[in-house]
């Protein structure tokens, strides 16, 4: 297959000229605040345990530039900004490091202490951080970390920051939104028990396959860069957060806070610091529009609650804030200039959200509403609004999609026929050689987005089809360079390199060996159900007890029917019961077949009929991390 890139065609540049008539690029502000307080500049790459290089400045600094004719002038504008990386004062007693990794470090150095708010996405990038603090501010102990929500970039960095040893001790707490087991669920389930899937749809969203450059990655827009395989931790929560108004007192700080779940995370909470007047509204107000639905896949959002908590924010600490900081982008200074931002992104929200009802209720579907909605001026003109992780027109289709489920509600989308079955009908009934012929001309007509459907077909029909691969590539190659949001950038990019090049190879996973350690033993039994193969399973009948010894836990789980069910407590007739601590009984039940070498090593306790660890491998399944997303 063809590996050559395209140049962005006279439609892709006459389309990104016309856009950057339509930016505020006259609005700079946002370019000084980028690098205002800056104490230090990153020191260099992040660098693995084995010495692979997990991040790499020098990497993005060809952003320095004039954009190319490849890129978006808004996309290239916030790349720019956040690609100042480094050791930031936002205000005196409060800090940032930013830039080397997707989410960024605060800290607040205390009387006694630094409490740490946000750990970044990996241990890696986490340290390096640290040792910036450590270098520049001071060499206090961590008293406390707080995890503002449940996603993986904010807390995959915790062992980078504090020894597990002090958490579990009760020496250093970590303050999160929600009880510890609802955030626990939500942290680690999301990107446990769905996480093949999400992985491989992330490498799409944020570039993980494609070369940085002018025509491939730019920037992640609401943080420089997915890190490469960084390790990412996990450690529970000691305390949770369930009331707004809850204060701690924090190595001599006061911090307050405000419960907002259901909105960018399941468990998420804004957090007042009046001795600094300081403010974050963690994901939920940033210098970018956010998504309603995330394209890597998570669970919808509610984005009424966006506007809601933004709104209840503003009440409570808008006349007294001076400055609002972030877990992304970069702070903000100035009673209006915060009150502005949290107003118009709260309004942003709403629009969205209020709109797609208005044309929900008026019988469109969720394409033909995303097609017709756009943000009044007042919103689009502040780049805060732009879409740079969420888009207007995805976050549309998703408000449809959590008040009105999945059915769009035309009858022809109820039960229609696979990808592939469709596409070899289409291509029967049309021929292949009109529908490439209709794939050309639209490609050279500049119109990218029927040229990728109508090619769709012959590619579905005939995954071979070397001709129709490399057409489609090229439409959306072009409709990658036209794209504003780094996410459609990243999917219809990496979509053009697949179909020319083949599947990507990749070991990147959410589920991390911390994660699936730390995970509650019913979100374990959720992630090993999801891999018993039913079919194979309908006619099973396997009972196993296991005993936790670390915990002095006992489980007991069954698979029939193609379906594995567990419940606590010691079972009344199990054929068979495995005895260790829980990191050994994990790694038994994912991979039945190491067992009785466990067994053998003195490791685990069997006791029963051993058979039943066959038949449990024989009905499990592991996932391809690199499964085909433009082909079937």
């Not at 503002?148 to 303050?175: C, F, L, N, Q, W």
């Amino acid at each position: 297959m063809s590996r050559s890139q395209k140049d962005p065609s006279p439609a892709t540049i006459a389309a990104l000229l016309e856009a950057q008539q339509q930016y505020p690029l006259d609005d700079v502000q946002d370019v000084a605040d980028g690098s205002r307080g800056l104490i230090a500049s990153l020191p260099g790459p992040v660098l693995g345990s084995d010495g692979h290089v997990v991040f790499d400045p020098a990497s993005l600094e060809w952003i320095d530039g004039v954009r190319p004719d490849s890129v978006d002038a808004s996309l290239w504008r916030q790349s720019k900004i956040i690609r100042g990386g480094g050791l930031f004062k936002v205000v005196d007693g409060l800090y940032q490091v930013r830039g080397n990794d997707i989410a960024q470090l605060t800290v607040v150095e205390g009387e006694d202490g630094l409490v740490v708010i946000d750990c970044m996405a990996g241990v890696e990038s986490a340290e390096q951080g640290m040792r910036l603090i450590r270098e520049h501010v001071s060499d206090k102990p961590v008293a406390a970390v707080i995890y503002t929500h449940t996603h993986i970039d904010h807390y995959g960095g915790v062992k980078g920051v504090v020894d597990a040893d002090d958490v579990r001790s009760g020496k250093v707490p970590i303050i999160a939104p929600g009880t510890i087991a609802s955030f626990d669920k939500f942290a680690i389930g999301e990107n446990v028990v769905a996480g093949n899937a999400m992985a491989r749809r992330a490498q799409y969203a944020f570039g993980g396959l494609l070369a940085h450059g002018p025509r491939g990655f730019v920037s992640c827009g609401i943080g420089t860069l997915s890190t490469n395989n960084p390790t990412i931790s996990y450690l529970s929560p000691t305390h949770g957060i369930r009331t707004t108004g809850e204060k701690r007192v924090l190595a001599g700080v006061e911090f307050e806070f405000l419960y907002a779940p259901d909105t960018e995370a399941p468990e998420e909470m804004h957090i007042w610091i009046p001795q600094l007047k300081a403010l974050t509204c963690a994901e939920n107000a940033n210098h970018s529009l956010h998504n309603i639905q995330t394209l890597r896949g998570a669970r919808t959002r509610d984005a009424r609650n966006f506007a809601r908590y933004l709104d209840e924010t503003l009440e409570r600490w808008g006349d007294e804030a001076e400055v609002h900081y972030g877990p992304h982008t970069w702070p903000v200074w100035g009673n209006a200039e915060v009150a502005a931002l949290i107003e118009s992104q709260r309004d942003t929200y709403k629009y969205v959200h209020d709109q797609a009802l208005r044309l929900a209720n008026q019988g469109y579907t969720p394409l033909e509403a995303a097609e017709e909605i756009r943000l009044p001026e007042a919103l689009d003109r502040n780049w805060a609004n732009h879409g740079y992780h969420g888009t207007v027109h995805h976050d549309v289709r998703a408000v449809f999609t959590k008040e009105l489920g999945m059915w769009d509600g035309d009858p022809v989308s109820l039960h229609p026929h696979t990808p592939v079955d469709a596409a070899k009908r289409y291509v029967d009934f049309i021929g292949r050689d009109k529908v490439l012929s209709e794939g050309r001309r639209a490609v050279e007509a500049g119109d990218y987005r029927w040229a990728a459907e109508i090619l769709h077909k012959a590619v579905f029909a005939d995954p071979d089809d070397s001709e129709a691969r490399e057409l489609q590539a090229d439409a959306y190659e072009q409709l990658g360079y036209q794209a504003e949001g780094p996410q459609w950038r990243g999917i219809f990019l990496t979509a053009a390199r697949e179909l020319r090049e083949g599947v990507q190879p990749t070991a990147f996973t959410t589920a991390s060996e911390d994660s699936i350690l730390g995970m509650p033993i019913d979100i374990l039994f959720d992630f090993i159900a999801v891999h018993v193969d039913g079919p194979k399973a309908a006619d099973a009948d396997i009972r196993i007890d296991l005993h936790f010894t670390d915990s002095d836990e006992r489980w007991h789980f069954w698979v029939a029917r193609g379906v594995l069910n567990a419940r606590r407590g010691a079972s009344d007739g199990g054929s068979l019961t495995l005895s260790a601590p829980k990191p050994l009984l994990i790694g038994c039940l994912l991979k039945p077949a190491v067992t009785r070498t466990l067994a053998a090593a003195g490791k685990v306790a069997l006791d029963g009929d051993e058979s039943q660890l066959d038949a449990l491998g024989a009905v499990l399944v592991d996932f391809d991390p690199s499964f085909p997303i433009v082909s079937p």
